[in-house]
């Protein structure tokens, strides 16, 4: 366990940073069901890259039926890798289900 005065919690709104925290600062990033319209990806992918390190674990859900393949295209040539997590990790209502939880990192850079 670690103490509560460890976590800060913020809200931000895709896309918009007006007083946010610097870029790379953040250790997890967590969101749900945020990436079902394509105008919703270029927004939040920007702040992905803009607030993950390569040390961020961003956890996100998705609703595979409303999630589309470019999704996942974009976030790969944004410089990120991803990985759904197996159905058995999941709690028992989501297990078989269209909903998915992914790890997504950003990748390491690779030097010239």
Do not use: C
Not at 32 to 46: F, G, K, M, Q, T
Not at 65 to 85: A, C, M, S, V, W
Not at 94 to 102: A, I, K, Q, T, V
């Amino acid at each position: 366990h670690l103490p509560a005065h460890k976590f800060v919690v913020q809200v931000h709104e895709w896309g918009k940073f007006d007083g946010d925290a610097p870029q790379g600062t953040y250790d997890v990033i967590i969101g749900s069901d945020v990436a079902y319209r394509d105008e919703l990806h270029d927004p939040l992918i920007a702040s992905l890259v803009q607030f993950a390190n390569a040390d961020t674990i961003i956890l996100l859900g998705a609703t595979m039926h409303d999630t589309r393949p470019i999704f996942f295209r974009k976030l790969h040539q944004n410089g990120f890798q991803y990985e759904r997590i197996a159905d058995h990790h999941l709690p028992i209502p989501f297990r078989g289900m269209s909903f998915g939880l992914f790890v997504i990192q950003k990748r390491e850079q690779k030097s010239a």
